[in-house]
């Protein structure tokens, strides 16, 4: 099979023809470095590409013995097998450019590595490159003073979203198969709608924590969080499996143990008709919803419903929710 298809398949794809043995890690970094030429000046999204970088953490990944059991075993779980990821320009990579998108750090290079990277690397990830942030990641719109702004694929007149707008841009052109961004109020949601792929935002305590604390997250507090994005629903949990872990959180954050003990498919048959499943179109606020957006999400609801699940359409009140956000939001900044 050329090469050059390579970028239009899933990521669970790909990681099976790498483990077995149908193309390399090295293959995929060359594949994403061609689509990264190809659409890197329309676009915007990847402005530190570290390919080199990439290619010797690859060839030491195919020496090392933690590739080599996986690679043998028949339950390799959440391990990417030097499957190329792009990161958000707010995790450090050491070695790497680490600006935040902001003029205060635009010359910086990282002498760490964020805890978030540190776990995707010992689960075979390759760091491939940065992508563009908002500055700090506040703004739901992805554009700075130091690479400027990140436009849609789709139609490159038009945002991608923010502030995990590189990620969602990189993935959606088809620089990389997974990304990894970070989300206050919809950073990694925002930018994965704008840009027609899948993002989420986890629970406290699934995905390391950047800034670790002595103490659970107070409820009175914002909390960012890092996230998966993946251009469909099978490869995001592949991905948040290789992002799994409690680090940086305290006991109280952690979630159950077995949380990730099913399989989509067992999750399917064994779990889903089982459950209780509230809805809402717009959360109770005077938000538009497009009729196109509005369509797909209630054939989804559709769809739960035909599984067996119990739906019913109910919200919390959320009425003074925007006001506290930003309320809250202009708190947690004023601590940096």
């Not at 030429?37 to 953490?57: G, H, Q, S, V, W």
């Not at 704008?194 to 950047?210: D, Q, W």
């Not at 003990?261 to 809402?280: K, Y």
Request: glycine share 8%; aromatic share 8%; proline share 6%.
């Amino acid at each position: 099979m050329p090469l050059k298809d390579l970028w239009r398949r899933s990521a669970r794809e790909v990681r099976g023809m790498v483990k077995e043995g149908k193309v390399t890690s090295l293959d995929l970094i060359d594949e994403c470095e061609a689509r990264w030429k190809a659409t890197e000046k329309f676009i915007n999204a990847t402005p530190i590409p570290c390919f080199d970088l990439a290619r010797y953490k690859a060839a030491e990944l195919l020496k090392s013995e933690n590739f080599r059991k996986n690679i043998e075993s028949s339950n390799s779980g959440g391990y990417l097998f030097g499957l190329p990821v792009v990161v958000k320009d707010t995790l450090a990579v050491e070695g790497v450019r680490f600006t935040e998108g902001s003029q205060v750090y635009r010359d910086r290079i990282a002498s760490y590595s964020d805890p978030v990277v540190e776990v995707l690397e010992r689960n075979g990830a390759i760091v491939i490159g940065k992508s563009n942030t908002s500055e700090f990641a506040a703004g739901s719109n992805t554009f700075n003073n130091v690479f400027g702004t990140t436009y849609n694929p789709f139609q490159t007149a038009k945002t991608a979203g923010g502030s995990s707008g590189g990620s969602a841009a990189a993935l959606a052109a088809g620089q990389c198969w997974l990304a990894v961004g970070s989300d206050l109020g919809g950073s990694l949601r925002i930018p994965a709608s704008f840009c027609g792929v899948v993002g989420l935002r986890p629970s406290l305590g699934i995905v390391p924590r950047s800034h670790p604390a002595d103490t659970c997250p107070s409820p009175e507090e914002l909390h960012s969080v890092n996230g998966p994005l993946a251009r469909n629903c099978g490869d995001l949990e592949l991905l948040l499996r290789a992002m799994k872990s409690t680090q940086g959180w305290t006991p109280e954050c952690h979630p159950p143990e077995n949380i990730f003990d099913l399989s989509p498919a067992e999750a399917e048959g064994r779990w889903l008709a089982s459950q209780r499943i509230a809805w809402t179109p717009n959360l109770g606020l005077d938000i538009p919803v497009h009729q196109e957006v509005s369509s797909s999400f209630s054939s989804s609801v559709d769809w739960f419903r035909s599984q067996g699940c119990e739906i019913s359409q109910a919200h919390i009140s959320l009425e003074a929710g925007p006001d506290a956000f930003l309320i809250l939001r202009a708190i947690d900044f004023a601590k940096v």
